[in-house]
């Protein structure tokens, strides 16, 4: 909108004029000279592609795209969302002066894509995210190829041996930690300048970083070496312990994770309104209105992004799908799945790149013009799908299409003959959790379960597993041992229940005083505390709790799948009626 303003302000000029300053580098005869625009373009954006990267991976390593099945249906909506709107666009300009700018109306915006969702907020699924995610990276990789290869007069194949040398030396470096920072800093700035220098788009340089960025979820061991050296820390302040906690602290979340918290601020807040800033401006008078309304080339983009994409990605991700080509479902319903479809209809970026590389003069205002109008025109169809899939009643959005299968995160299944379960064994919903009788956090969640297991009555299952954390927790251990000694005499709930009244006071007397006021057989109890019977069934539900990635307490799984972000009331409620009726839709259409 500022951009906007500023180009179509009494001033206009000004606004070309900044962005078309030139900024050089200099170092002796070698020098790397462009505009405000392009150093925008090609060097601030390749940040945010890097980010764009870092979550695609992550979501390859840890999230919805582990199962490499799952990839197929995004990369070939991908794919339809390129073919169809370049078909439309070619049958709108057939044999025109816009033939060659086919490219224009193929590629999705990543920045205003994304962000499209954002404003959707809390309303759009992680699962529709990931998805869209996953379909701009095969759009952007797409975008770029076809600017190397159609829209580039010359490429130096020097300087992109010499780009490809450098990828291969950083994907060597990156496997020692020693140098793993020096490798993001030193070689991929040299990768950048190559890839500069090569005529081959350099944001393709930031996607590369971050898809071989890999992610994976803290160890247990390399948590509890952290605290280790921690505590040293604390018996001696001295500066090497201090540099040595902080790196052991840092070393147990991946590189991935890291770089996103670091990065993510900056280019959420920063670099894109700067691009959007640098990019945006189109100076629109009445001339180029009367043009554009009739121009096909403005037509075609306009087209071509506001139906053809959307219509090729739904059509694609439908041909993906079907139970004929084995296909996994889509990971939403079909009226939410539209929404995002749609959101792949905005175009600005990689368009108005090769917008400029294939017009000139009054086609290249016409087709800017189709670009703007395109984005603002999807970006309504969009929100205005989103608000129709939202009124829809749950039940009947899963009965018009159900979400594909989602990946269970937990490990081993609940079983009734060995967990301990709250709630009716067959109820629809099953909440796991992992936690640890001294941690405060888990004493805050045994609240907010009371709360949730009142309001949903049968619908609701709880299952609790014991995951000590005895490196910050000198009692956590002995009290889940506990836990299970009373639990072999018929009194867990009652024990569990009673440890959570007195978390800062877990020794072994106040124990044995919990068994005696519950009415339990003492010396039995005490027993076996002493003599740890109950320690491998703990270390049971550890093990369960390593194989499933849990590292911190509480953790929930919900139906099989680790619950993310809050766990007040609201959310967890949320989370819980969400599972409630998918199980029953698929019960109904079993």
Known sequence: MAALAWANSPWPHSYESV?????????GHWQLSDDLRHWVNDGLLVFFFFVVGLEARREMDMGELRERRRLALPVMAAIGGMVVPIAIYQAINAGGPGAHGWGAAMSTDTAFALGVLALVGPRCPQRLRVFILTLVVVDDIGGLLVIGTVYTDHVDLVALGVAVALFAAFLAARRIPEVQGAAYVVLGTALWVAMHQSGVHPTIAGLLLGLTTSAYPPARSDLERATAITRLFREQPTPELARS???????????????????????SYAIVPVFA???????????????????????GIVAGYVIGKPVGVLTAAWLASHPRFGGTRPPVGWPTLAGGAAVAGIGFTVSLLIASLAFHGELLAEAKLGVLAAAVLATLVSLGLFRVAERLPESIRLQLGPPGDEILDLARDVDPERDHIRGPVDAPVTLVEYGDYECPYCGQAERIIRELLADFGDDVRYV??????????????????AAEAAGAQGRFWEMHDRLFTHQDDLRPPTLRRDAEELGLDVERFSDEVRRRVHAPRVAEDVATADASGVSGTP????????????????????AVRTARTRAQVASATA
């Open 555 to 574: 953790t929930f799984f919900i139906n099989g799948r680790r619950h993310e972000g809050a766990y007040d009331v609201d959310t967890l409620s949320n």
């Open 19 to 27: 962005w078309t300053t030139k900024l050089a580098i200099r170092l």
């Open 464 to 481: 609790w597993r014991h995951l000590p954390l005895n490196d910050v927790h000198e009692h956590a251990q002995i009290a889940a041992e």
């Open 245 to 267: 906690a902080q790196r052991s602290v840092e070393s147990a979340i991946s590189p991935n994770e890291r770089l996103q918290h670091r990065l993510h601020p900056w280019t």
């Open 277 to 299: 800033l640098a990019n945006a401006g189109i100076h629109i008078d009445g001339t180029l209105l009367r043009h554009a309304a009739t121009s096909p080339v403005t037509l």
